[in-house]
C-alpha cells in the first residue's frame, strides 16, 4: 500500500528518494511522486500515473536538484490513479508539499468547511485537505509549521503517516504518523524518512520507530525530535536495524517470489533456530514460556488475521486444539473488529500478520486489547505496529518477504504455530514426553524435506504449462491440509488471475461439485495422513465426472497415482506438519502458471503488501 520516503541531508535528495521508492515498490501502488526544495529556493513537485520508472522517464528533463525532499508511492482508495490524485499534493499557495498514507475518514466535512471559505480542491483525495487545512491554520493562527501540524491533526479522524515540507523552511521535514507506519534513520548530517525499513538500510542500521500521535522534527544540523500533539516533547527510542542489504535483491532468480520459495528451508531453520535446541528435545517459545500462568490458564485461544495469515490461523487451530485442548477461534481480523465479539479476560488473542501493519488486524489487536484479553503476535517485520502493541509474541525471523503473494512468511507461521503448540502442550502436560520428542525431532526435519520438495520444481514447472490456459481451479485438502488447499488457491488467484477456491475435499459434494466437468482442474492434497482413504473417494469422484486431478501425494503413494491425472510426490512427514510441505509445490504452481501468462508475479494487480487501510 502506499509508500513514503523522504531524505534531508547533504546526497541528492532526488537520487535516494526515487531508489527508495523502487524499494517500496513491492508494498503495490499505482502512481508515484516526488517533491523537492531546490537551492534556488524552488519547490518542484513531479508526478506520474504508473509505475516509479515512469516517474523518472517525467523527471528526466526537469530541475531535481536538491538536498531534502519527500517522494510517494500512491494505491488509490479516494479517487482513481491519475497524476492530479497522486502525491504529493501541494497547498493553495504552492509553499507546502504534504504525502499521506492512510485513510483520513472525515475528509468531507473539513473539504466542505475549507471550500465554504473559498478553497477550490484540485484532487478528489482525502490527502489534499490535510495539506490544506495546515496552510488555512498557519495563515490564520499565524502558526509555524509543526503547530499547524500539531492544530490539524487533532481536527482529523483516521489513519496517517504525514511527511510535509516548506519552501519558507527549506532545512525541516515534519512528519507524523497514527495507524499507519514511519521510521525515520538517523545517518551521519543526514535523516531518512520511510514507510518501512527497507529504503533506509543502505545508508544507516539506527531507525525511530514513530508511535502513534508522535510528530517527528527533522531539522538539518540538529538532533532528531519527537512531540506529541500537545507539543511535549518525547525521547525518541533508537532502534538498531538486523536486515541487511543483500535480504533485499533478488540473488540472482526471476523474480523474489522464486527466491523466497526457495529460501524456505534456510528460513525455517532460522525460525526454530535457538527455539528447538540441536539434540531435538526440547522447543521452547520464550514468548510462551515468559507468560507461562497466561497460557495455562487460557480459558479459549481467539486467532485474528487476514489473507494468507488467516490460512496459517486455521492450521495453528487444528495444532493447537490437537496438541493443547484449548479451544481455538480463528477470525478475520475485518470481521471480528465490527461484531461485538464476546472476549473474556482470561482469553488469548493471538494476532498473525507478516507485515505487522494490516490496519485490521491492528484494530482487532486494539480492540480485544480494550476487553482485558492477553495479546499476543506473530509477525515477521521487525519493530512493526503489531508486535510493539501486542502484550508478547514471537517473530517469524524469515527476513523480508518483498514478492506480494506470500510464500515463506507462510511456511514461517505455521512453522512458528507448531512450535507454540508444542510448547503450551509440553507445560500443560497434555502430551506424552514420547510423543513431544517425537514431533520436535519431526519439526527439526522440515528445512531438509523441503528441500527434496525444491528438487522436484522442474517437474511442477512442466505441470504447470498443461495448465496455463485453464480458467478456474479447484484446490481440495481434509484436516490439517484444508487450510493449506486454501492457500494454494489464494496463491494461484493472486498471481495468475484465474478464479481459484479452495474446499474441504469432503464438502465438495454439497455444491461445488457441479463444477467438475473435464475442463476442471481440481489440485487435491491427498498425503497419506489418517483421512487418506476418505480423501481417495472424494478423487473417485471428481474422476467419475471428468475432472482433472493434480495430485500432491506422500512418496512411493500408489493407490492416488493410480487414479489421479498427476501427481507431484513430498517426502513423509508427521501429519500437522503435512502443510507446511504440501504448499511448496502449490506455490511453484502457482509461480510458473503465472510467468507462463505473462503476469507480473511480484507486483500482482490492484495488490498491496502491506495492507494498511481497511
Ligand atoms: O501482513 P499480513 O500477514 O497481515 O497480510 C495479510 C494479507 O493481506 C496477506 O496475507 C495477503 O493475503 C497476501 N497477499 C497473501 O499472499
Known amino acids: 500500500?502506499?509508500?513514503?520516503?523522504?531524505?534531508?541531508?547533504?546526497?541528492?535528495?532526488?537520487?535516494?528518494?526515487?531508489?527508495?521508492?523502487?524499494?517500496?515498490?513491492?508494498?503495490?501502488?499505482?502512481?508515484?511522486?516526488?517533491?523537492?526544495?531546490?537551492?534556488?529556493?524552488?519547490?518542484?513537485?513531479?508526478?506520474?500515473?504508473?509505475?516509479?520508472?515512469?516517474?523518472?522517464?517525467?523527471?528526466?528533463?526537469?530541475?531535481?536538484?536538491?538536498?531534502?525532499?519527500?517522494?510517494?508511492?500512491?494505491?488509490?482508495?479516494?479517487?482513481?490513479?491519475?497524476?492530479?490524485?497522486?502525491?504529493?499534493?501541494?497547498?493553495?499557495?504552492?509553499?507546502?508539499?504534504?504525502?499521506?498514507?492512510?485513510?483520513?475518514?472525515?475528509?468531507?466535512?473539513?473539504?466542505?468547511?475549507?471550500?465554504?471559505?473559498?478553497?477550490?480542491?484540485?484532487?478528489?483525495?482525502?490527502?489534499?485537505?490535510?495539506?490544506?487545512?495546515?496552510?488555512?491554520?498557519?495563515?490564520?493562527?499565524?502558526?509555524?509549521?509543526?503547530?499547524?501540524?500539531?492544530?490539524?491533526?487533532?481536527?482529523?479522524?483516521?489513519?496517517?503517516?504525514?511527511?510535509?515540507?516548506?519552501?519558507?523552511?527549506?532545512?525541516?521535514?515534519?512528519?507524523?504518523?497514527?495507524?499507519?507506519?514511519?521510521?525515520?534513520?538517523?545517518?551521519?548530517?543526514?535523516?531518512?524518512?520511510?514507510?518501512?525499513?527497507?529504503?533506509?538500510?543502505?545508508?544507516?542500521?539506527?531507525?525511530?520507530?514513530?508511535?502513534?500521535?508522535?510528530?517527528?522534527?527533522?531539522?538539518?544540523?540538529?538532533?532528531?525530535?519527537?512531540?506529541?500533539?500537545?507539543?511535549?516533547?518525547?525521547?525518541?527510542?533508537?532502534?538498531?536495524?538486523?536486515?541487511?542489504?543483500?535480504?533485499?535483491?533478488?540473488?540472482?532468480?526471476?523474480?523474489?517470489?522464486?527466491?523466497?520459495?526457495?529460501?524456505?528451508?534456510?528460513?525455517?531453520?532460522?525460525?526454530?533456530?535457538?527455539?528447538?535446541?540441536?539434540?531435538?528435545?526440547?522447543?521452547?517459545?520464550?514468548?510462551?514460556?515468559?507468560?507461562?500462568?497466561?497460557?495455562?490458564?487460557?480459558?479459549r485461544i481467539v486467532i485474528v488475521a487476514c489473507g494468507t495469515s488467516w490460512h496459517a490461523a486455521l492450521i495453528g487451530e487444528h495444532l493447537i486444539e490437537d496438541f493443547c485442548r484449548i479451544p481455538v477461534e480463528v477470525e478475520y481480523a475485518s470481521e471480528f473488529r465490527y461484531r461485538n465479539p464476546v472476549i473474556y479476560p482470561d482469553d488469548i488473542v493471538i494476532a498473525i500478520s507478516q507485515s505487522g501493519e494490516t490496519a485490521d488486524t491492528l484494530a482487532a489487536v486494539e480492540l480485544a486489547k480494550s476487553e482485558g484479553a492477553f495479546i499476543y503476535g506473530i509477525c515477521n517485520a521487525v519493530g512493526s505496529s503489531i508486535p510493539r502493541t501486542t502484550d508478547s509474541g514471537s517473530y517469524i525471523h524469515v527476513g523480508p518477504e518483498i514478492g506480494v503473494a506470500s510464500t515463506k512468511a507462510f511456511t514461517g507461521q505455521v512453522t512458528v504455530l507448531s512450535m507454540l503448540a508444542l510448547t503450551i502442550a509440553h507445560q500443560r502436560g497434555n502430551i506424552s514426553e514420547e510423543k513431544f520428542i517425537q514431533l520436535v525431532r519431526e519439526l527439526q526435519a522440515i528445512p531438509d524435506k523441503i528441500k527434496e520438495v525444491l528438487k522436484r520444481s522442474e517437474e511442477v514447472k512442466e505441470l504447470s504449462r498443461i495448465f496455463t490456459y485453464a480458467h478456474n481451479f479447484i484446490y481440495l485438502g481434509r484436516g490439517y491440509n484444508y487450510p493449506a488447499a486454501l492457500e494454494g488457491a489464494l496463491k494461484l488467484k493472486e498471481i495468475s488471475y484465474i478464479h481459484a477456491e479452495g474446499y474441504p475435499a469432503a464438502e465438495m459434494k454439497h455444491g461445488p461439485i457441479a463444477l467438475i466437468d473435464a475442463e476442471m482442474p481440481v489440485v487435491v492434497i491427498a498425503t497419506s495422513d489418517s483421512i487418506y482413504e476418505k480423501t481417495i473417494s472424494n478423487i473417485q469422484e471428481i474422476k467419475a465426472r471428468q475432472g482433472r486431478v493434480i495430485a500432491i501425494v506422500t512418496e512411493g503413494d500408489k493407490a492416488v497415482r493410480g487414479i489421479a491425472d498427476y501427481c507431484i510426490e513430498v517426502p513423509q512427514v508427521a501429519e500437522p506438519f503435512t502443510p507446511i510441505v504440501a504448499s511448496i509445490p502449490l506455490q511453484l504452481l502457482a509461480y510458473y502458471i503465472a510467468v507462463n501468462k505473462g503476469r507480473d508475479v511480484d507486483r500482482p494487480r490492484n495488490l498491496a503488501k502491506s495492507v494498511t487501510v481497511e
Open 1 to 299: 500500500m502506499c509508500g513514503i520516503v523522504g531524505y534531508l541531508g547533504n546526497k541528492d535528495a532526488y537520487a535516494v528518494l526515487i531508489k527508495g521508492l523502487h524499494r517500496l515498490e513491492y508494498r503495490g501502488y499505482d502512481s508515484a511522486g516526488v517533491a523537492m526544495l531546490s537551492a534556488k529556493g524552488e519547490l518542484n513537485v513531479y508526478k506520474s500515473k504508473g509505475k516509479v520508472a515512469d516517474l523518472e522517464s517525467f523527471a528526466r528533463s526537469k530541475d531535481i536538484s536538491g538536498t531534502i525532499g519527500i517522494a510517494h508511492t500512491r494505491w488509490a482508495t479516494h479517487g482513481e490513479p491519475n497524476e492530479v490524485n497522486a502525491h504529493p499534493h501541494y497547498s493553495p499557495s504552492g509553499n507546502l508539499a504534504l504525502i499521506h498514507n492512510g485513510i483520513i475518514e472525515n475528509y468531507s466535512v473539513i473539504r466542505a468547511e475549507l471550500e465554504s471559505r473559498g478553497y477550490e480542491f484540485r484532487s478528489s483525495t482525502d490527502t489534499e485537505v490535510i495539506v490544506y487545512l495546515i496552510e488555512y491554520i498557519m495563515k490564520s493562527n499565524r502558526t509555524d509549521l509543526c503547530t499547524a501540524v500539531q492544530l490539524a491533526l487533532r481536527q482529523v479522524v483516521g489513519a496517517y503517516a504525514i511527511a510535509v515540507i516548506s519552501r519558507d523552511n527549506p532545512d525541516r521535514i515534519i512528519a507524523a504518523r497514527k495507524s499507519s507506519p514511519l521510521v525515520v534513520g538517523i545517518g551521519e548530517d543526514e535523516f531518512f524518512l520511510a514507510s518501512d525499513a527497507t529504503p533506509i538500510i543502505e545508508y544507516t542500521d539506527k531507525v525511530v520507530y514513530l508511535n502513534d500521535g508522535e510528530i517527528a522534527v527533522i531539522s538539518r544540523g540538529e538532533d532528531l525530535k519527537v512531540v506529541n500533539l500537545d507539543n511535549v516533547e518525547i525521547t525518541p527510542e533508537i532502534k538498531k536495524l538486523a536486515m541487511n542489504i543483500s535480504q533485499l535483491e533478488k540473488g540472482g532468480y526471476p523474480h523474489f517470489m522464486l527466491k523466497e520459495i526457495f529460501e524456505q528451508p534456510r528460513t525455517i531453520l532460522n525460525c526454530i533456530r535457538g527455539r528447538i535446541n540441536v539434540e531435538g528435545t526440547n522447543v521452547a517459545l520464550s514468548g510462551v514460556i515468559d507468560n507461562r500462568e497466561k497460557f495455562l490458564n487460557a480459558r
